[in-house]
């Protein structure tokens, strides 16, 4: 008779077995190699290729490097020293920097002015970036435009400070005024600063000094990559709230505005940049007063941000459409008004939605700022096209120098695009 107290089960494992290493054929550098290079016949021809197209890119270009002589007054002294062999001549970077930088803007001596200028940007766009440094920092960002300004292009320091007081009288007449309607408040703002900027300028005439501390430097000057410094941060920061003033009023409900944002946006997208920026440098002189001095950077600031925010526009009219229905009705339902609900809840979900476009359209805006070289505008390009590839000690330089181009180009919207993707992360809400 069997025991009913025995236990059917011979031996049960009261702690689970240590994991074991995986085969030596299924793990580290071999594996991956088999798996990643040559999984088929077809990724083993092309891992082959590849290799044997490395092997021969490096062979060309690391004796271009090594041998590359960085000393040297012209391209015939570079020719003297390789003696026939194969080298760079980068003499050129280091005799002509400043230019590639500045243009031919600045004297030896002020050079400090834009360095300090572009240095102090990153600690202006900081708070602005990164929503853990304390807000304080964000009366620097807003005094930042009118120091750089003041920086780069020089004259008197008065008319510098005319143009911040214009921007808090309109902003205190906006506030005055904006509790009753928004609209009145915008129209006052807008017109008690021109108003101080008019009168302002009757004063400054006034009381300028002969000599100012720091000397005033025509926009016609401006250079290098410098200008492209200058177009790409002046039009990136104008054309994001315009594009979105664009997007909102292309949804409008009141026909008038939707319209005109329709038109607006249509238009300059259907119409190649390089064409706005011919009409900036010749046509629009046509259109203004005689005796009128537009400056020529503020024309093409202006296209240029046209230009940008009509395709931001879209982008954030996609992040809008993107978004279900229930998000506008929760506002509805929360009492809130059209501009709180847009501000507290639509605007930063599309917003967020929209991050790989707008800086799709913010790189893609940095880097057509070199097509002011067309309209005779001595940017990077045009400085290299220009008076250095123009002269007889360095005609004949090309790979060195658009290379330089390249490598400052990729630094910043690489930058741009790393910022954008930890953004992205920052603000990922789904867990996936």
């Not at 300090?116 to 929503?131: E, H, N, T, Y």
């Not at 304080?136 to 807003?142: C, I």
């Not at 011919?278 to 950077?297: M, R």
């Not at 605007?347 to 005779?376: C, E, M, R, W, Y």
Request: aromatic share 14%; charged share 10%.
């Amino acid at each position: 008779m069997a025991d009913n107290n025995t236990n059917p089960i011979a031996y049960m494992r009261e702690t689970p077995l240590p994991q074991l290493d995986p085969p030596a054929s299924e793990a580290g550098l071999g594996h991956w190699v088999r798996q990643n290079l040559f999984s088929s016949v077809l990724n083993t021809v092309l891992t082959l290729a590849a290799f044997v197209s490395l092997y021969f890119i490096f062979t060309s270009t690391v004796p271009w490097f090594v041998n590359g002589v960085w000393q040297s007054e012209s391209i015939r002294g570079c020719r003297e020293v390789l003696e026939g062999a194969t080298g760079g001549c980068f003499a050129v970077l280091t005799e002509r920097w400043n230019q590639l930088l500045f243009g031919f803007t600045y004297s030896d001596d002020q050079y400090w002015r834009p360095t300090l200028a572009f240095a102090l940007l990153f600690v202006a766009i900081a708070p602005v970036l990164f929503v853990a440094l304390p807000r304080k920092m964000l009366y620097f960002t807003l005094l930042y435009p009118l120091l750089a300004f003041y920086l780069i292009w020089g004259g008197s320091i008065y008319a510098t400070i005319s143009t911040g007081l214009g921007f808090v009288v309109g902003y205190l007449v906006y506030s005055r005024f904006v509790a009753s309607s928004f609209a009145l408040g915008l129209i006052g703002g807008v017109v008690a600063a021109f108003v101080t900027w008019w009168l302002g300028g009757f004063v400054v005439d006034a009381i300028a000094p002969a000599t100012p501390f720091l000397e005033e430097i025509p926009s016609r000057k401006m250079g290098g990559f410098m200008l492209n410094m200058i177009l790409g941060v002046v039009c990136v920061s104008l054309s994001l709230p315009l594009g979105i003033a664009l997007a909102l009023g292309r949804q409008s409900r009141l026909p008038i505005i939707r319209i005109i944002c329709v038109v607006f946006i249509e238009f300059v997208r259907g119409v190649p940049l390089i064409t706005l920026l011919f009409v900036a440098n010749v046509i629009l002189g046509y259109f203004l007063p005689p005796d009128t001095n537009f400056d020529l950077i503020l024309r093409v600031i202006i296209m240029i941000t046209m230009f940008s925010a009509a395709y931001i526009a879209e982008v954030i009219r996609g992040g809008l459409a993107a978004l279900p229905t229930g998000q506008y009705e929760a506002g509805d339902s929360l009492g809130l008004d059209y501009a709180q609900s847009m501000r507290l809840i639509i605007l930063p979900q599309a917003l967020k939605i929209s991050i790989p476009g707008i800086v799709n359209v913010a790189v893609g805006l940095f880097k057509d700022t070199t097509l002011v070289s067309v309209i005779s505008m001595f940017d990077l390009v045009g400085m290299i096209r220009g008076p250095i590839l123009a002269s007889t000690e360095w005609n004949g330089v090309y790979w060195e120098l658009f290379m330089a181009a390249a490598v400052l180009f990729f630094v910043v919207c690489y930058g741009i695009s790393q910022y954008s993707q930890w953004l992205e992360r920052k603000l990922a809400t789904d867990h996936r």
